[in-house]
Nanobody
Framework: VQLQASGGGLVQPGGSLRLSCAAS????????IGWVRQAPGKGREGVSC????????YYADSVKGRFTISKDNAKNTVYLQMNSLKPDDTAVYYC????????????????WGQGTLVTVSS
């Protein structure tokens, strides 16, 4: 099982970024997948995730209305479109997957990709 995240970078406040996470070794038809972030000196925060079969989505209150998660099952890839970025969004963003979506939300899932750094600064 591998999760390969990409798309992080430096962006000004109010800007946008799109993160991608390509999964291999399992199919998104069976696994919930999402994003967990960790800011410097802070704990993990489940940002957003999407369920395997129904496509039900979850967003942390801190990102509702600004971030959108989507997935392409044919490409086995999940995306996180991040708009109206704020300095508080600065963190390492990890792609995470599990059979149980609750563990993805909680940041305790079985499978993790390497992080991608998002820095929001002027």
């Amino acid at each position: 099982v591998q999760l390969q995240a990409s798309g992080g970078g430096l962006v000004q406040p109010g800007g946008s970024l799109r993160l991608s996470c390509a999964a291999s070794g399992f199919t998104l038809d069976d696994y919930a997948i999402g994003w967990v972030r960790q800011a410097p000196g802070k704990g993990r925060e489940g940002v957003s995730c999407i369920s395997s079969t129904t496509g039900t989505t979850y967003y942390a209150d801190s990102v509702k209305g600004r971030f959108t998660i989507s997935k392409d099952n044919a490409k086995n890839t999940v995306y996180l479109q991040m708009n109206s970025l704020k300095p508080d969004d600065t963190a390492v963003y990890y792609c995470a997957a599990d059979l149980d979506i609750r563990t993805v939300v909680a940041g305790t899932s079985d499978y993790w990709g390497q992080g991608t750094l998002v820095t929001v600064s002027s």
